[in-house]
């Protein structure tokens, strides 16, 4: 069964630092990963997906990486902004079914 | 585009009863997923609906059902509610339900069982 990891738990950073989120999954045969943001009580917003065949995808402050092989993804980000402070999510679509894996989250801060 | 809308947002039931959770889609989505999030499970797939049909299952008792009607709504049903089943349940849309999708998610129904 597919498994699914973030570290850290939590993060805290000052305002316009960068930072790095790491996301880790036990098998490899994975379709796509993808990247959400959720705000407290709310549902989950989109941020990134990488296509198995990808290495990487960019999105405005966001990168995120994909090395299938080894069964990692990263999330950057970079100049980091109190509106940034939420709980960041990873997901993986197995190649046998449409459903998504999730990980256990990072809640990231942003002190002003 | 109105995005996927849950409804109510919020419920408080008791033990032993049984609830209605309703996902309406993105207009012209077929696909609709629904998942469990609990602070000690994380977020875990219940079942996915495509045209009418459960396409997959996730790893849940048969008190969770679901249904997809024809204009691809879908409600969940939960019966004889357990103190666990206090979660929050969130639904996802999207076009084909295929694997390469981004699935859209709705804000979710908190529900409390007492």
């Known amino acids: 069964k597919q498994e699914v990891t973030q570290i850290p738990a939590a993060l805290s950073v000052p305002e316009g630092e960068n930072l790095v989120l790491n996301c880790s999954f036990t098998?490899?045969?994975?379709?796509?990963l993808q990247w959400f943001r959720q705000d407290p009580g709310k549902g989950l917003t989109s941020l990134l997906l990488?296509?198995?065949?990808?290495r990487e995808q960019t999105s405005g402050r966001l990168n995120a990486s994909l090395d299938k092989s080894s069964g990692r993804s990263t999330l950057y980000i970079a100049a980091s902004q109190p509106g940034d402070s939420a709980t960041y999510l990873c997901a993986v679509v197995t190649n046998t079914g449409n459903q998504f894996y999730f990980g256990t989250g990072t809640s990231l801060t942003v002190i002003p | 585009k109105a995005g996927v809308t849950q409804t109510p947002r919020y419920l408080i039931k008791t033990r032993g009863q049984q609830v209605t959770l309703s996902c309406s889609p993105i207009?012209?989505?077929?696909?609709v997923s629904w998942y469990q999030q609990t602070p000690g499970q994380g977020l875990q797939f219940l079942f996915e609906?495509?045209?009418?049909?459960?396409?997959n299952k996730g790893n849940f008792p048969g008190r969770f059902s679901g249904r997809q009607f024809s204009n691809s709504r879908s409600e969940m049903n939960v019966s004889t509610l357990e103190l666990g089943d206090s979660a929050l349940y969130l639904c996802?849309?999207?076009?084909?339900?295929?694997?390469?999708?981004?699935?859209?998610f709705g804000p979710g129904t908190r529900l409390l069982v007492l």
């Open positions: 990488i296509q198995s065949s990808q």
């Open positions: 609906y495509f045209s009418e049909t459960q396409r």
């Open positions: 207009s012209g989505h077929r696909s």
């Open positions: 098998d490899s045969a994975i379709y796509n």
């Open positions: 996802a849309s999207s076009s084909a339900g295929t694997s390469g999708e981004t699935q859209y």
